[in-house]
């Protein structure tokens, strides 16, 4: 492992955004696991765990989803501030909700979570994208709900074509990168920092 940090590690949140199954939970999860394995300080805010308490007064109505996220991001605001890494997976459909979330949170980085709505709809893990087509759900991001796609994220992940651990293994270095963790994974002891570099470049990370 070696150290790229060009700062002591500081608290920052990554808000992931996508359509519903395009990856959010599962590439965070996965990130997550490995933070914890370096021994970073990390909290993991996800869409559905938040429904079932913070926000389970509201809807999906417009209104209800906007505020859905000022909740979260206010929680957000307090980890990321007190030097805690903090994962947000939201599907966050609206440009102006994810304005707000930069306007809120002193340090946050947007990662776009992309697959196109096909994919998501063949992976539908719990078969929302069907209840949607058939009615049964009104309002659905993808189907009868618009997404609007992020302009200028901090960072993308393609997880048409990324296997969950290639993600994964992007984020960590976008971190280590961006100075939040004192170490990239897999790169040799021996190696100093210009190597490193050119070795990330090689993998196509810079």
Not at 7 to 14: A, F, R
Request: hydrophobic content about 35%.
């Amino acid at each position: 492992m070696t150290n790229l940090s060009h700062k002591d590690s500081e608290g920052v949140c990554l808000w992931l955004t996508g359509l519903p199954a395009s990856g959010k939970t599962t590439v965070a999860k996965l990130v997550e696991r490995r933070l914890l394995d370096q021994g970073e300080r990390i909290e993991r805010l996800d869409g559905d765990v938040v429904r079932q308490s913070l926000t389970a007064d509201l809807g999906f109505s417009r209104r209800d989803r906007d505020k859905n996220i000022a909740r979260v991001a206010f929680v957000a605001k307090m980890l990321q501030r007190n030097d805690v890494i903090t994962l947000c997976s939201f599907i966050t459909p609206y440009r102006a909700q994810r304005d707000y979330v930069r306007n809120e949170i002193a340090d946050v980085r947007i990662v776009h979570v992309e697959a196109p709505v096909e994919v998501c709809i063949e992976r539908d893990p719990k078969g929302m994208y069907k209840k949607a087509q058939e009615g049964e759900i009104e309002g659905f991001t993808g189907i009868d709900a618009p997404y609007e796609q992020p302009v200028t994220p901090d960072l993308a992940l393609y997880t048409e074509d990324e296997t969950v651990e290639e993600s994964a293994d992007r984020v960590m270095v976008y971190l280590a990168q961006e100075g939040f963790l004192q170490q990239v994974p897999d790169v040799p002891e021996d190696e100093d920092e210009q190597t490193v570099h050119k070795h990330l470049e090689k993998l196509g990370y810079i």
